[in-house]
């Protein structure tokens, strides 16, 4: 079952064939990966953080993991993840689903540099069951990012 919602928005930037439906689950990396054919780094996954008491979306590398130090020179704040039971109300998608398009208005969206190394990231397409393939930089310009930040850790060789 596709997001309605997040089809239209995906329609109206031009990136509407970009949508897939998938049979099974894609609501972790792994099973994302499993069904779209890629490496589990290729999927785009967006977390929802607590900053100021507002959320905040970071859509990063599957294979990225927050650093606290860069998080917290980024947002000036230590990272601290939207409660379960509140990433619907706040970001308007439930867990396993959470996308970068057709977020609540108000809620600012960041991309990753680790999704940069890519020619393709696949983030969810706003449930368990959808993905959308979009270049590092046709996801900037779809989502009307905040921007590029640097707050992963364990996706490249860190010396």
């Known amino acids: 079952m596709v997001n309605e919602t997040v089809k239209e928005y995906l329609i109206s930037r031009n990136f509407g064939d970009r949508l897939t439906e998938h049979a099974e689950t894609i ?12 490496s589990e780094a290729e ?8 900053v100021e008491e507002k959320p905040v979306i970071v859509v990063m590398a599957g294979d990225g993991r ?6 917290k020179a980024q947002f000036h704040t230590k990272p601290s993840m939207v409660a379960r039971d509140l990433v619907e109300e706040l970001t308007g998608f439930q867990p396993g689903g959470v996308c970068p398009f057709a977020v609540k208005s ?21 449930n368990e069951f ?10 900037e310009k779809a989502v009307d990012a905040e921007g590029w930040c640097d707050v992963c850790k364990g996706w490249y060789d860190e010396a």
């Open 66 to 71: 927050v650093n606290s130090s860069k998080f």
């Open 27 to 38: 609501d972790t990396v792994e099973h994302a990966a499993q069904q779209i054919g890629c």
């Open 106 to 126: 108000g809620v600012p969206i960041w991309l990753d540099v680790s999704m940069k190394r890519f020619e393709y990231v696949h983030p969810a397409g706003g």
């Open 130 to 139: 959808t993905s959308v393939k979009l270049s590092p930089d046709e996801l």
């Open 43 to 50: 999927i785009a996954k967006t977390l929802s953080f607590m």
